[in-house]
């Protein structure tokens, strides 16, 4: 640690905005900044899809401009073997997984947290807009200010001691000042795009990407009362409540309203679709859920107003625990949610506090 100043902290960079203007501010405060960028992926790292390498320039160039070392590591190995094989098994299972959380809690905030302990940080700073706050010794994860962009949701998985080593110096920033503060320092990627999507797919065709990996196994499509209305290429290609790439749009019935998939049936191989957004078989009031992971270490207390989300970019679901048992829960809706997905969180809230989460098993009546 450099004599009269603060200590050293590792930043995540990505190449994007965010992060950079992290870095930024942590060395304008002082902070003995380290830029570390992180390979997760690449088997076809030379493909229009996969930007890692432009991602580095641009992080590179950022460093350079801000005047701090970055150093790249590649977690392509630890990526595939904690995060990637879930994904993939999930997908079969007929579940719509989440990997964003878990490369979160396993590589960002573990593998990305181990490696900075080597470089000399007690600290890992990333460009996610959350918060954190000790109360009595206890770290909470809270929302950010800005509420349009906050991420806890995807940081729901993190633990005691990843949030005791952990900054989000964006958490009280507006997007629009982080863009404002990256232009008037004169990042290079000021004006850069945000990403979307899952880091190794980039924007490629995701039925494309799943196939490479997993076989299609054509079925029946029918609705709940048997109805054959068409057939499907393979269950783990479709997610509950998707309506586009059924290829059933001319097939009309009576209320000739889109078509919708509101179930797998595993054991036969059949996609379940049924007609229109608001059709009860896609709305569940309760859901159960497993792998809980409670940010505290305590479950929520049971029949307490709480609100949760069933996917990001959700507005906050009022609810409550019916019951916890172990690492699964059972929640309650005091409205019906809309195509509840067997593989998504469900993450609960108490007001700003992120409480934690599990995977969401089955919705049901």
């Not at 109360?135 to 001691?161: E, I, P, T």
């Not at 799943?210 to 079925?219: E, F, K, S, V």
């Not at 509950?240 to 078509?259: D, F, H, M, V, Y």
């Not at 809309?338 to 108490?350: E, H, I, K, L, R």
């Amino acid at each position: 640690m450099k004599i009269n100043s603060k200590p050293r902290i590792v930043v995540g960079m990505s190449g994007g905005v965010d992060s950079s203007v992290t870095a930024l501010l942590l060395k304008q405060q002082g902070y003995d900044v380290i830029g570390l960028f992180m390979k997760n992926w690449e088997d076809d790292d030379d493909s229009e899809y996969c930007s890692s390498r432009q991602d580095l320039l641009d992080a590179v160039s950022v460093a350079d401009t801000i005047g701090i070392p970055i150093e790249a590591v590649n977690f392509a190995k630890e990526y595939k073997e904690r995060v990637f094989s879930d994904f993939l098994r999930e997908y079969q299972a007929g579940r719509t997984p989440n990997p964003d959380i878990l490369c979160n809690a396993e590589i960002k905030f573990k593998a990305f947290l181990d490696h900075a302990m080597q470089l000399g940080a007690e600290t890992i700073a990333t460009g996610h807009y959350a918060q954190i706050r000790e109360v009595d010794g206890l770290f909470r994860l809270l929302k950010a200010d800005d509420d349009s962009k906050d991420q806890s949701y995807f940081l729901h998985r993190l633990n005691q001691m990843q949030l005791s080593h952990a900054m989000f110096p964006l958490g009280k920033i507006l997007k629009s000042q982080v863009r404002a503060i990256a232009e008037q320092h004169g990042l290079p990627n000021h004006a850069k795009k945000d990403s979307t999507g899952i880091c190794f797919i980039g924007e490629r065709p995701f039925r494309e990407f799943l196939n490479r990996y997993l076989p299609t196994q054509p079925g029946e499509m029918l609705t709940p009362e048997g109805k054959v209305v068409g057939k499907h290429i393979g269950l783990s290609f479709y997610t509950i409540g998707q309506r586009q790439g059924l290829g059933i749009g001319g097939a009309k019935a009576t209320s000739g309203e889109p078509w919708f998939v509101s179930g797998k049936d595993m054991a036969n191989n059949r996609l379940i679709v049924v007609q229109g957004h608001d059709h009860p078989a896609l709305l569940a009031p309760r859901l159960i859920a497993l792998d809980g992971h409670w940010i505290s270490g305590t479950a929520p207390q049971l029949n307490h107003p709480y609100a949760a989300k069933t996917r990001y970019r959700q507005a906050d679901a009022p609810c409550h625990l019916t019951r916890v048992s172990g690492s699964s829960c059972e929640i309650a809706f005091d409205e019906a949610q809309w195509a509840v997905t067997p593989g998504q969180s469900v993450v609960v809230y108490d007001g700003a506090i992120c409480l934690g989460g599990a995977i969401i098993e089955q919705g049901h009546g």
